[in-house]
């Protein structure tokens, strides 16, 4: 593991990405040398609230993904695996895109080899409904205007389209109900390791990124993306190391208090009596991979029809085959029409299993979740 | 026990089963309200159907398996008690037996 500094020498790249474009610059280089045949990336539609998985194979293409979009919270993990398995590309994933990825590669359903990860530290998303409400109310601004957002010392600061700048702090914005969702509250895997590089602002100089090295593979990359001319590195000085540290140890503290104001809150019984039996929260889930042999779509787990689905079933075969697996990317909780609770429910039995084994979901380096091992212990 | 309490009781077939059966033929009395599912090793059981027996209205489920060590097929008691140990993180209303494994015949005569 090694740290590097890093910024873009193109110009452009350097103007549309977040802090020097390095991000961009890696994804350009890895296009034009055809490492890659696509690189999997969030492109914004209409504002900053909208962002939409693109996958892009022409490197002139890559200006429209530069940036960060905190408000438009998507999943990468199943989309590799559903719709390029076959191919080799590149993605850029947040720490839970990267668990789910890893959950995936251990039950072979993403391929390693093909796939490059640029990690990007992650301090939590915010729901764009909520989201341009929250502006509206706390900012006084129009959510229209808004050209581009970060999250920051623990503020949320927005940018207008005349160039100014408002903050306020997460703290404040939490507490009245908005601010991030709740999964990215209590989440406190910040730096996703298990990419290939992990890169974020934390402890870098203005218009750098910070770049975290994990492997063998992510130190090609910015070799090469170097030799290409289109990378420009520098060694971090030791503070800038300590201060990213620091940033990532207060997150994670803050994330555990809330972890522990927030588990025991729900009631598993008393919200799973509203589920209606949708299926949302199993067709969204990264992890569950089966689709059409789920052993749910077996006419012995099918309800009567006509009557109030007892959801017993449903929610526990569900807990039993992938909640020690939960990366808490909080797709469930989007999905449910009822507001079930479910990745804090989901999310709770991952930190159970997590105090008996010590298994933590893409995080941990055991080739298999426990539960499956063969070996003759008891948990 | 109240009688109108069902109980599922998924049973080894080399252990508590037998134990069962041998109950039976020894003409002792147990409780007519456990419904024995024989199954040929408890490393067969999964966690669903667990869920399956409370959602068709079971009050409780009852698995029986053999001692640590001796399983029939080397190592199939170790894998349910692992995905016991799971179930009872799942359960949190549903009582989930956390007694330790014991003799299927004792079992029948309490």
Redesign the interface.
Known sequence: MSYVLAKSQNEDIHKAGECGGAVTSILKYLLDEEIVDGVLAISPCDDVYDGIPTFVTNSEDLMKTAGSYHCAPTMIGDLVQKYLYDKKVAVTAKPCDMRAIEELIIRHKINKDNIYVIGLNCGGTVPPVAGRKMIDLFYEADPDDVVSEEIDKGQFIIELADGSEEAVKIHDLENEGYGRRTNCQRCDVKIPRKANIACGNWGAEDGWTFIEINDEKGQEMIDGAKKAGILETKNPADPAVEGRKKVEGIMIKMANKIQDKMYPTVN??DDWNRCISCYACRDVCPICWCYENC?LNKP??KDEQNVPP?P??FQ??R??HM??SCVDCGQCDDVCPMDIPVSLIFDK?QK??YN?TGYVAGVSDDVKP??Y??????? | MADDLKIVGLLCNWCCYGGADTAGTARMQYPSNVRIIRVMCSGRI???M???A??EGADGVFVGGCH??DCHYD?GN??W???S???G?????VKNSKQPWKNSIKLFQS
């Open positions: 598993e019984m052993e012995f787990f007892t017993i079933a526990g075969v807990l039993s909640s020690f039995l159970k299993y008996r426990p539960l091992s063969p070996e003759k212990t008891e948990l | 999964s966690p669903s667990i869920f399956k409370f959602q640590i060590g190592a170790y894998k008690s692992r995905r140990n799971m179930n993180f799942q359960l949190p209303k």
